[in-house]
């Protein structure tokens, strides 16, 4: 893998955790209005997943979306200030944590019922297909998502129809306090994907480099005309599910093992390994994505609230 | 729980903790009583999304303590299921938008199968759902009461009081019909890290033995001359907010809150409007084809000549539910906005 996409790929999940910490820290001081669903720990499937893709490419996101927004180059400015609801954020202060994307980025505002992306991502891919455009979707879903109707309802209509369309499943092994493994009737939730028809994969959702090539290689099936996939990434939050969230529910000894794969420690040390960086090189990068973090503090506060005039306006089109 | 001792007398509870006990008394006393939802027994977990089945697992199992996937079509569909067959489940919806995917199995199966079946089949469940908007935006924060007033077979309880809470949801789970069992975020007084900010938190009186409030049966929640003010859920207390600044106008409200919109008790408020000859509805749904309207279509359907001044309806407007602060607070019905329209009506 070449240098120049080990250090894009490094500086996003950093970016990503560190927006995030950020984020948490004024969440906690009271400045960010309503919850948080943070993405710490899941960093390396959401950029081993858009490293693979373009403006062009559409990714469908969830009530976790913070990373895959910010992986899909949603700007950290308009995303802070959606945070602090003003009128520049990437939703106009409308959306709000739940919701946030930015379609000049491919990345469509998120959706926080879960599944309920799932099919509306299957209708892009046809209209990408119908449109004979040449770019895929992406849909990013929990591992409880696979439970909605809408997840069977999405995935089978896009295998019928043969689309541009790579489901990518975020296996944390939890949605909210429920552990998956106790709400499948299947071993692997993979084998879910059998009955519909669909080729599925699963990759080690720690290491952005495997994620990465994975989608690589689905990205080209699905040029040469093969597609839909289904793709789990098995991964781990290191965070409660959302804000008041102490994970009870969970093993420390769990907890502990899963934090030993940090995507990102791993990728630094990959990076220091192969002489790429050192860690006085890895030291400037924190430095420079905290001072573009406080720049997108500082743009937020100083951005004006939405307008109410505005509200009205936006119901129909 | 210690409270099961001394039956006879009263405690000063929450509404998530009045909720709570409710369940585990019907749970103790009938064996038909069991719960279903996502994330409500996991050990460890969170009890549903606002720490109402919190424990009960611990008591009752995991089999009268039902966790389930994330599937709300899948358990509104069992709880009519099993209700159809001798059951009498509570289910749960995390968070009351997320009705709206299991809404053909509310609507066209439990609404009417009774109807469908020439009255041969009863569907005695109750589905738990919390609503009222938080900051979380459009997909977590709606009010849907409206929705489920406009369906035939369906009953809707919007207990606002602790005491209530207790005496509605004993009735719901024992009446014969699916309930729609609206709570309000804001008015749960969850405690700790559940906490909601700007909750109201009604804490009252609860007594530790059974009884029930029956359905149809509003409360006037504090007695005036003047004007009518209709609300329910949250509204009651901006309602009554606005009461006390409008007592400083010298005008006399009489705030009423209908525990129940499906039925309603029609008979108390139109008692209430023939004195005052005035009406204002506080709502948080939004206005068009809401309760509020319907309302005031039965208000003048039925008494019409009692009226000194048009119905008003204050309630959400027809929009979507904003995530921003100063948005949602334009949104949700404010006191100010009551006392405004009020002093209009003089
Ligand atoms: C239809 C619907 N049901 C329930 C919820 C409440 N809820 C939000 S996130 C969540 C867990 C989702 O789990 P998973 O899909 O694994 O995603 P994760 O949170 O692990 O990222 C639940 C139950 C919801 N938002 N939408
Ligand atoms: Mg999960």
Redesign the interface.
Known sequence: MNKKLLLSMHRKMLTIRLFEEKLNSLFLQGQIPGTLHLYNGQEACAVGVCENLSDKDWILSTHRPHGHAIAKGVSLQSMMAELFAKETGCCGGFGGSMHVGDINKGSVPAIAIVGGNIPIATGVALSFKMQKRKNVVCCFLGDGAINEGAFHEGVNMASIWGLPLIFVCENNLYGASTRIENMIGVEKLTDRLKGYGVKSFSVDGMDVTKVYTMINNLIKKIKSGQGPFFLECKTYRFVGHSRSDTNKYRQKSEEIFWKKKDPIIRIEKKLVKEKILDTLSIDKIYEEIKHELNQAVKFAKSSPHPKILNMKKYVYA | MSMRNNKNSTQKMTIAESLRLTIQQEMERDKKVFCIG??IG?????GGAFTVTLGLSEQFGHERIL????????IAGVAIGAALSGMRPIADVQYS??L??AMDQLVNQAAKLRFMSGGKLKVPMVMRAPGGAT??????SQSLESYFLHVPGLKVVCPSTAYDAKGLLTSAIRDDSPVLFFEHKLLYGSKG??AE?GSISPVGEVPLYDYTIPFGKAKIRKKGKDVTILGKLRSVYTALEASKTLDQHKISCEVIDPRTIVPFDSKLLFNSVKKTGRLVIVDECTKTGGWAGEISALVQENIFKYLKKPVVRVTA????V??????EN??IPQAKDVVKEVLKLF
């Not at chain 2, 996991?42 to 969170?46: A, L, R, S, W």
């Not at chain 2, 900051?135 to 977590?140: D, L, N």
């Open positions: 996502e994330d996991i050990k460890g977990g969170f966790d389930t996937p994330i599937s709300e079509t899948g938008d997320f709206f995917c900051t979380r935006g459009s997909q977590h890290n559940r900010k407007p027809d929009t979507p904003p995530f921003a602060p100063k948005l334009f949104f």
